[in-house]
Structure formats: C-alpha cells, structure tokens
C-alpha cells in the first residue's frame, strides 16, 4: 500500500523563476493538502484540493497556486519564486468528508538563490 | 500570540526516563495531532484525539486531551533512542481538515 510520494525530493532554483512540486495522495484518498515548512518552524498550510476544485486557502499570495487531477493526484505551482520560499514543502492526501488523519510525505527542499 | 503554543521547544532526556511535551491552543479545537518528524522528513502520524478527555495509548507514546483547557499532552514512557525527533501538534480549530501545527517540541535522547 503506497504512502504518499511528492517528486521531487530537492529542488534548486533562482528567484524569479517558477517551479512545479507533484504529489500521489496514499491510495484511497481523494483529498490533497499542500503545507510549507520553513527550517525550524511548523509546517503551515497553504491550501487543499477536493474533486479537482480548492476548497480552502491559508494565507499565502497568489503566487501560489495548485491543482488536482481526476485521478485525486495534484501540484503546486510557485510564480517569481522569492528567496523566502525556500523551505520543505508537504503534501498530505485524507479521505474527504471523514475525520481522520492525514498522512504526509518525504516533502520536497526547495532552495532558492 | 501564536494559535497553536508547544512547550518546552527543545527537551534533552536519559535514556529510559518519562517526559511529556505539552500543546495549548487559542481556539477551539475539533481535532488534535500529534506528529513525529525526523530532521527534513515528512511528518508520520502518531495519534489523533477528538473528544474531551479521550486519552489514547500507542506502545510507549500517551495523548490526552482536555478540552476544557484546549490542551494536548503526550508523554512518553522509559523513553529509547527511538524517540528522538521532533513532535509536532497540529490543530483543527473549525473542522475542515485545515491544521494549524505548532513549532514543534525537538527531543534529543542521551545514553
């Protein structure tokens, strides 16, 4: 039974560039959430996909954006990337309508120059 | 003041010895996490409490909720170098599955 898996595991880029991060919910999940986690801090949520729509949004800038694919799987996608976006980025997949915890991968490091 | 307070930050524990992280939030809580997070890895789920006064139990790891108070504790029995890592508790103050982690309690396991 497949976990989570997010692609790719590092990630170098320069500011003002864009990047693409990718995640397979567990199976049997159809709910996707993306969390930024800079180093010593909590992760923080950015937002959460549910039948190929957002459904909620944390507090970050339009720059930030995602999507969800019929097959529950999603990315994330970062424009004009600042050197503050530099940190762990997670992926957490649920079954939506049940509450039950969510499970989370590896995260992607995203550094940026 | 921040939604979701951990304490203490970083804990240095013998091995074989009791702790207990504790974790306090300012809104309501309709959920409470507990993760286990290894340094830049993913967060692995330990336990999940939803109702005041549920306390719930996995190998050596306790977590009690008081709903009253909106606190989480989770202690740790004759602790082994296993345990190290960084805790993280996460909050689901509306129910919608959008957590709200603290900033996480680092444990360090000393022989």
């Known amino acids: 039974d497949a976990g989570v898996t997010q692609s790719p595991t590092h990630l170098i880029k320069t500011r003002g560039q864009q990047v693409t991060l990718r995640c397979s919910p567990k199976?049997?999940?159809?709910?996707v959430s993306w969390y930024q986690q800079a180093l010593g801090q909590g992760p923080q949520f950015i937002f959460q996909?549910?039948?190929?729509?957002?459904?909620q949004r944390g507090n970050f800038p339009d720059r930030f954006s995602g999507h969800q694919f019929p097959n529950y799987s999603s990315e994330l996608n970062v424009n004009a990337l600042l050197l503050g976006d530099s940190a762990l980025y997670l992926c957490?997949?649920?079954?939506?309508?049940?509450?039950?915890?969510?499970?989370f991968g590896d995260g992607t490091r995203l550094s940026i120059l | 003041s921040q939604e979701l307070e951990q304490s203490p930050q970083s804990l240095i524990v013998q091995e074989g010895k009791n702790l207990t992280i504790n974790c306090t939030s300012s809104?309501?809580?309709?959920?409470l996490y507990w993760y286990k997070q290894k340094y830049g890895e993913g967060l692995i789920f330990l336990m999940m409490?939803?109702?005041?006064?549920e306390e719930k139990s996995h190998e050596k790891i306790t977590a009690k909720l008081d709903e009253k108070k909106q606190q989480s504790s989770l202690h740790i029995t004759a602790s082994q170098p296993s345990h190290a890592g960084i805790y993280l508790c996460?909050?689901?103050?509306?129910?919608?599955?959008?957590?709200?982690f603290g900033t996480g309690t680092r444990l360090t396991i000393i022989p």
């Open positions: 996909y549910y039948e190929e729509e957002e459904r």
């Open positions: 809104k309501t809580l309709y959920g």
């Open positions: 996460g909050a689901d103050n509306f129910g919608n599955e959008k957590l709200t």
């Open positions: 409490l939803q109702k005041g006064g």
């Open positions: 199976s049997g999940h159809d709910t």
């Open positions: 957490a997949s649920s079954l939506g309508g049940r509450v039950q915890p969510q499970h």
